[in-house]
């Protein structure tokens, strides 16, 4: 989000506007310093550790070794990315017409609470997977990957609502920052009982049973329900909900669902109408790619030359205690530089990383890889989403962000994608994480091409339309 203090253009944010930053202190710079900011933020804190342990860790080691034990190994780690990728496809599809019902009805809150318990309960029902349960466990997947995707929307939908203009790319840093130190919190405790069931005063060693052996992996999926429901209350107390958006030919009787179909084929053909919005949800598309794939397959590759999967979840949690700082840093970063530029260097840092992976070969280059990406990875992906914010109007922020869902769950289904598809044709997966490149020299490229301060003035003159009476909703 180019603008103003932290956030203009590709030009230097004005002296009087900084300086107000400055005099706010510590809390200020890194956008935190009103409780609804804090509120609001806690939910990437609440939410990721959801994302750190079911996602990225725990889970697939255990749907694997458990839940898919009867299968062979290649028939259970298939079954999990397919039942991983109903569950992105599914946010994908309905993201869009849940994010306008949230506009049209003013039901943000509600329907991120909603999402919210569904994807709780999952990741709560989880503690019931047993040996050979892999069908239970691939339908808690896909429900607890929709709920968390779909209350990301809605949260999302919330920053131009909760952060002014000029506060918004330190605001989704902070958010992003707290969610790497949050999920890595509950990561390393998780593994800490994992691996001395004792602290908890489990059993241990030779001669218990299955249940009794499992039991410290399946307390950690009950202790991330718990987690995100304990620390997303402050947003539900202290964020207000925005008002709902109705146009001139949309009473209060008309039905929501089918206003909801009506406005997507506008908000498609609007997107043409604002250029600098479109063009940055295709760079992201593209670059997100990238990103998403390096995530996605790290740990693949890594296991496929040999590092072991204690190194693997030791560089986890490097990741997501380096990337504490360094998001708040890209935060502050985008006062002086602006978001585009910023992120701009996090594609070029992400274009290394690639490089280094080619030649990666041992323990210590995967440690490496783990403080470059938890460098860069959450201040790429925070200050994506505050720019797409600083383009886009308020009042349709549920809309516009149901096709920013899109383009970031396509980031878990097409880079992985190209991935497979160059290791059939060049027989190497070295190969294909050197052709990740290609996402974030194009993704760049075309961010390079959005022109933030036409994009933000396009922005806020619809939403002083939408503020007019005589106009309530610009079309």
Not at 15 to 22: A, D, K, M, P, S
Not at 243 to 248: D, E, F, I, M, T
Not at 419 to 431: C, H
Not at 457 to 470: F, G, H, P, Y
Request: contains cysteine; neutral net charge; hydrophobic residues 55%.
């Amino acid at each position: 989000m180019d603008r103003g203090l932290g956030v203009g253009g590709m030009g230097n944010p004005s002296e009087g506007r900084y300086e107000v930053v400055l005099k706010r202190g510590f809390r200020g710079r890194i956008g935190l310093d009103r409780p609804e900011l804090v509120a609001w933020t806690l939910y990437d804190w609440a939410n990721s550790a959801m994302v750190t342990v079911v996602v990225a860790s725990v889970f697939p080691i255990y749907f694997l070794r458990v839940a898919g034990a009867d299968l062979p190994p290649a028939v259970a780690t298939q079954r999990f990315a397919i039942a991983s990728t109903i569950g992105l496809a599914l946010v994908a599809v309905t993201a869009p017409i849940l994010g306008v019902i949230a506009d049209r009805v003013g039901i943000k809150k509600r329907l991120l609470g909603a999402s919210m318990s569904v994807g709780v309960s999952a990741v709560a029902g989880m503690f019931f997977i047993g040996h050979g349960d892999w069908l239970l466990a691939c339908v808690l997947l896909i429900l607890a990957e929709v709920g968390a995707g779909l209350s990301f929307v809605f949260y999302d939908a919330l920053l131009p609502h909760v952060a002014k203009p000029e506060e918004m790319d330190r605001v989704s840093a902070a958010a992003y920052a707290l969610g790497y130190f949050g999920g890595g919190t509950l990561l390393a405790v998780n593994l800490a009982w994992i691996q001395w069931p004792g602290l908890l005063g489990i059993p241990s060693g030779e001669g218990i049973s299955e249940a009794q052996a499992t039991l410290p992996v399946r307390l950690a999926f009950l202790s991330v329900a718990l987690w995100w429901v304990v620390f997303s209350i402050p947003l539900f107390v202290r964020v207000k909900e925005p008002a709902a958006v109705l146009g001139p030919e949309e009473p209060d009787r008309v039905n929501p669902v089918r206003v909801a179909f009506r406005r997507l084929g506008r908000t498609l053909r609007a997107l043409r109408g604002y250029r600098e919005a479109f063009v940055m949800l295709l760079a992201f598309l593209l670059y997100n790619d990238g990103i998403g794939t390096i995530i996605k397959m790290a740990a693949i590759f890594g296991a496929e030359i040999g590092i072991g999967q204690g190194a693997m979840l030791s560089a986890i949690l490097v990741v997501q205690f380096v990337g504490v700082p360094f998001t708040f840093l890209f935060g502050m970063l985008a006062g002086g530089l602006g978001a585009k530029r910023a992120i701009l260097l996090g594609l070029l840092v992400y274009t290394g990383i690639s490089m280094l992976g080619y030649l990666m070969t041992s323990e210590s280059h995967f440690f490496l890889l783990a403080i470059l990406i938890g460098m860069v990875q959450g201040g790429s992906q925070a200050l994506s989403r505050s720019l797409f914010a600083s383009l886009i109007p308020k009042a349709r922020s549920g809309e516009f962000f149901g096709f920013f869902a899109i383009a970031e769950k396509f980031a878990g289904i097409l880079g992985p994608a190209c991935f497979a598809a160059v290791i059939a044709v060049t027989g190497s997966s070295r190969s294909a994480i050197l052709s990740v490149i290609v996402f974030f020299l194009v993704g760049g490229g075309l961010l390079a091409l959005v022109d933030v301060e036409a994009g933000r003035a396009k922005a806020r003159e619809e939403d002083r339309e939408l503020e007019s009476a005589d106009n309530p909703l610009a079309t």
